[in-house]
């Protein structure tokens, strides 16, 4: 089963990574959405290659609401349904980044924002690890082709993405290069395989010293299927 060979492929190379450095990465166990409507003014570099960046949700309430999220099947040259980390949700073929965005726009009508590269990444496991981990070697910064345009106009923005080689995708990298979010509330929430949220919520914070950083959630790709109730759980903790 893909996903199966996925966890053996990544946990070879954890552990041979882990023999060479002698340590097993700086994962950092820790735990862990919100309201909104509007007419998010998104940009295109170029034409989006899969469905629009942008789909609005209810409204629920005064607070504007952006859920960012980087789904790596969105942004591959491979048929989703054959890349690294897919989650068929009724019928629709996902990441779980976007998965778990789904619930959270649908809980807080906040909207939602795909975050898109230049780069196809590569849809089968092995490539797709040793790109990224060539990637953060080299403090490699995708290009982005999908931009905020309006961000004045929301007061928190969900921001969600896979943990890779312990960390944040360097895409998140240049995500929080291009925007400044002083003054906005972030709400991280991840999905891993073993690392948790790896640190990452504390990155964030660094990355983004002006903005107020709050509880985020992490969810393992073994659970992520069956997480909905504890992404609402976690959204009613921050008052959604
Ligand atoms: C390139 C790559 C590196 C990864 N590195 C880690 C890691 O360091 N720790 C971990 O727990 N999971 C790791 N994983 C597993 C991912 O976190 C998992 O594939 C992801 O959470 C699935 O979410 P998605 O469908 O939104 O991509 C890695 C996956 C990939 C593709």
Not at 189 to 212: K, V, W, Y
Request: a negative charge; hydrophobic letters at 40%; glycine letters at 8%.
């Amino acid at each position: 089963m893909k996903r199966r060979k996925w966890i053996a492929l990544f946990l070879s190379y954890v552990l041979t990574l882990s023999l060479l450095a002698g340590c097993g990465g700086n994962a950092e166990p820790q735990s862990g959405g919100e309201t909104a409507d509007n007419e998010a003014d998104i940009l295109e570099d170029s034409e989006p290659d899969t469905e629009a960046a942008v789909v609005s949700a209810d409204d629920t309430g005064g607070e504007k609401i952006l859920i960012a999220y980087f789904a790596v099947a969105e942004n591959s040259d491979v048929d989703a349904i054959s890349s690294a980390s897919v989650l068929a949700d009724d019928g629709e073929a996902k990441g779980l980044s976007k998965f778990l965005s789904d619930i959270i726009a649908e809980r807080t009508g906040g909207e939602l924002f795909s975050i898109r590269t230049e780069e196809k990444f590569p849809g089968e496991y092995e490539p797709l690890a040793n790109h990224a981990k060539e990637e953060q070697d080299n403090g490699v910064l995708p290009v982005l082709t999908s931009h905020i345009g309006n961000l004045d106009e929301y007061d928190t923005v969900f921001i969600g993405y896979p943990v890779w080689w312990y960390t944040l995708p360097q895409v998140m990298l240049s995500f929080f290069e291009e925007y400044d979010f002083s003054g906005k509330t972030l709400i991280p929430f991840c999905t891993h395989l073993g690392s948790r949220s790896g640190g990452t919520f504390e990155r964030i914070a660094e990355l983004e010293p002006d903005a107020t950083v709050r509880d985020g959630f992490f969810v393992s790709m073994e659970d992520a299927a069956d997480a909905e109730p504890d992404v609402l759980q976690w959204l009613a903790s921050l008052g959604y």
